[in-house]
């Protein structure tokens, strides 16, 4: 085995990698860029080398300092990970010219599975059912129409060099094809530096499933089952599981083998995925009647390996270490045991609702929910970020992945979605919400699943609301005032005032506080009010719409909720992050974000228009801090009120002359009391 070993990537699958490497006592080498000098991808490895500038075309792609960095360290062998040089031959080569081992397949291998076409053409000669489609060599347009014509509408074209989704069309009818392929052509040129295309008849309803395999370089080769990866967006996967759910034992063993010899046909060693698109002729409840078809082999580890790892307990990267190292393959085919259900869930930087355009930002809140790194387990988490770190637009838009296991697919399912609700990201769009209501939607619940199964559910999908606006309030309300109280108990052990640690409740009368919450488009008032008895009652809004009822909070630590709120007869868990304003709520149920207007701070706006400065709750004048025909500046401090035990300071809403003082200092004022006047200036 390897003393030493180099890994050419970042992120998750960078720490992934190096943590399996620690298990096994191999030393590790990471290459970073200039812009991920502080990633966790460094700290997870013994040493780094800083191979150059932000962009990977300047430094993740830059191979000959990545073997330079081998070299320097002492590293015997590489580790591409997926994407970057992961699938490039030239690098595999170079490698091997250096006397380093490329943890993956022979160049030769590579380049025989790295264009789409010629693939297909091998696969053809090896007996593994292709989609019915042209892939010649011969790229006339006129011809590549009369080919298309030939099989048949919709068609899909295809970049021969494609991949990651990018450079496909669908076309749907014989006058769309021109423009179409014109289009593909000229991505395929942008995106992989090679125009050449494929066309494939689209299959209907498909369901993509994929089989991993693996071989050693003693002429082993074995299948670890089946992923279906059906859930996809853009052509891109969103949910990932194994087994396929329905998959008939025959098939699986026909799909198997069929992987086998396609893996072979190239002198395969390694992991390796092959894709393959499946058609349900009888639809979702006949999955005996399902038909397979080659699509593409990856001929590296895929993003959702911990799926198979999940069902049959082995580290697939462990595997990749020992086939590189000369090892033969730890078990035979006979050996191998599927085992249970797991489901993998991509989180990205996206936004859903906007066409999952990729977002950036910084994690100011990223909590996870009980899990475990790089291991098989109930809830597994494998990322390379943590909390305050940025997801920067040089990279990947995934955060993590989130995987699950039970024993049954009804557990996972029910598992995702508790961990889901309990992943709180703050500061970057993501698609946590949105993979919560795919997990819960009718088709992937059923597992009625084909690759059009987010269009097909796009009504329940998109644009949700898990979170009502009542609960959204009821849960801001009290964790403001239990906020408030914190900070009053703390100053108070301090030495403050202890009148700060009591929370509003009088036992001379009742008081009450205004707030208002924005909601998206929405101002809404709500009202608090103590009464007599030590209770607390809300109103939510005004007039006819308004909710009323008794509101009650407790701490409620288990289960990863910070507060149990109850109001008007419902019971809501909620854990809430503050930023300034802005309310970002986590529930069971979903999250949501709602902003609390300062009354306070806002005070003065309406002030400002009719020259009011009036009082934003009932309480008692301390002090004026301005007398008549003084000049103020906006923002000054003009007079401090005292309400619910802590005193507020009431500025200047703009420049102006104090016209008249309404009160003395000790005076009681109602809500909404004008204090004092103020001219312009
Ligand atoms: P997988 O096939 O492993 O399920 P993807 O198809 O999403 O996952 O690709 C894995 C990673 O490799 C992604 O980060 C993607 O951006 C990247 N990738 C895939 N194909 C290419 C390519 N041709 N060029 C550059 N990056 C690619
Ligand atoms: P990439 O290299 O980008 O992963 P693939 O050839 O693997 O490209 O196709 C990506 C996805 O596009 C598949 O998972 C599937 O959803 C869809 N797709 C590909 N080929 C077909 C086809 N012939 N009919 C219908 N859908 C297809
Ligand atoms: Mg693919």
């Keep these: 085995m390897f003393h030493k070993i180099l890994i050419a990537n970042r992120g998750e699958i960078a720490c992934r990698v190096a943590a399996t490497a620690r298990r096994l006592g191999i030393r590790t080498v990471a290459v970073y860029s200039e812009a991920d000098a502080q990633a966790r991808h460094v700290a997870a490895c013994d040493e780094a080398v800083c191979v150059g500038g932000a962009a990977p075309k300047d430094s993740y792609l830059r191979w000959e300092r990545i073997i330079e960095a081998a070299r320097a360290t002492g590293a015997q062998a590489i580790h591409p990970g997926y994407g970057f040089l992961s699938e490039n031959e030239g690098f595999a080569q170079a490698c091997a010219d250096a006397g380093l081992v490329f943890i993956g397949p022979p160049p030769s291998a590579i380049a025989a599975m790295g264009l789409k076409a010629e693939s297909k053409r091998l696969m053809e000669t090896a007996g593994v059912p292709l989609v019915p489609g042209y892939h010649g060599a011969d790229q006339d347009p006129r011809l590549l129409k009369a080919e298309a014509d030939r099989i048949g509408y919709p068609v899909l074209i295809k970049a021969s060099a494609g991949g990651g989704g990018k450079g496909m069309r669908l076309v749907e009818a014989p006058e769309a094809f021109d423009d179409a392929l014109a289009s593909c052509q000229r991505e395929a040129l942008n995106s992989f530096g090679d125009a050449a295309v494929l066309i494939e008849k689209y299959v209907q309803r498909p369901r993509h499933i994929e089989i991993q395999v693996f071989a050693d370089a003693h002429g082993n080769a074995v299948y670890l089952f089946e992923r279906d990866c059906s859930v996809q967006r853009r052509h891109q996967k969103v949910l990932e599981e194994a087994p396929a759910p329905g998959m008939p034992p025959e098939l699986r063993e026909r799909m198997g083998l069929a992987a086998v010899a396609a893996a072979r046909a190239v002198g395969y060693v390694g992991a390796g995925t092959v894709e393959f698109i499946v058609e349900q002729p009888q639809g979702y409840d006949h999955p005996e009647a399902m038909r397979f078809y080659f699509m593409e082999m990856n001929t590296r580890l895929q993003v959702e390996h911990p799926v198979t790892e999940a069902i049959t307990g082995l580290d697939l990267v462990e595997w990749q270490l020992r086939v590189a190292a000369g090892e033969p393959l730890p078990l035979a085919q006979r050996d191998l045991r599927l085992q249970g259900h797991a489901i993998e869930a991509r989180i990205c930087a996206e936004n859903p609702d906007n066409q999952f355009l990729p977002a950036t930002g910084r994690l100011s809140v990223y909590r996870k929910p009980a899990c475990s790194a790089f291991a098989v387990s109930d809830v597994r988490i494998d990322d390379g970020v943590g909390e305050g770190d940025t997801i920067s637009p040089h990279y990947d838009s995934m955060i993590a992945k989130l995987i699950v296991r039970g024993d049954t697919r009804e557990q996972a399912l029910a598992r995702l979605d508790q961990a889901l609700a309990q992943l709180h990201i703050v500061g970057v769009a993501n698609n946590v919400a949105f993979l919560r209501h795919v997990v819960r939607s009718p088709s992937f619940a059923q597992a009625r699943l084909d690759t059009a199964l987010i269009a097909r559910e796009s009504a329940v999908l998109f644009g949700q609301q898990p979170v009502s606006l009542t609960a959204a309030v009821a849960i801001a309300v009290a964790h403001t005032l239990t906020t408030e ?172 002359t104090v016209a008249e003082l309404l009160y003395a200092p000790g005076d009681q004022v109602a809500d909404g009391a004008e204090l004092l006047r103020l001219g312009g200036a």
């Design 485 to 656: 109280a914190q900070a009053a108990q703390e100053a108070s052990a301090e030495g403050h005032d202890p009148w700060r640690a009591r929370d509003g409740f009088a036992s001379h009368g009742e008081r009450s506080r205004r707030f208002a919450f924005q909601w998206g488009e929405d101002t809404v008032p709500a009202r608090l009010t103590w009464r007599r008895d030590g209770s607390r009652w809300l109103v939510v809004g005004e007039g006819e719409a308004a909710t009323a009822g008794a509101l009650a909070w407790r701490d409620a630590p288990g289960g990863g909720w910070a507060l149990g709120v109850s109001f008007a007869g419902e019971d809501w868990r909620a854990t809430v992050y503050a930023q300034g304003e802005r309310l970002h709520l986590f529930t069971p149920q979903g999250s949501a974000a709602i902003v609390e207007v300062d009354l306070l701070a806002h005070a003065g706006d309406a002030a400002a228009e009719g020259g009011r400065l009036t009082a934003p709750m009932p309480g008692k004048v301390v002090a004026f801090l301005v007398q008549a025909g003084d000049a103020v500046k906006k923002g000054q401090p003009l007079a401090v009120l005292e309400a619910m035990k802590m005193e507020h300071t009431i500025a200047a809403p703009a420049d102006g």
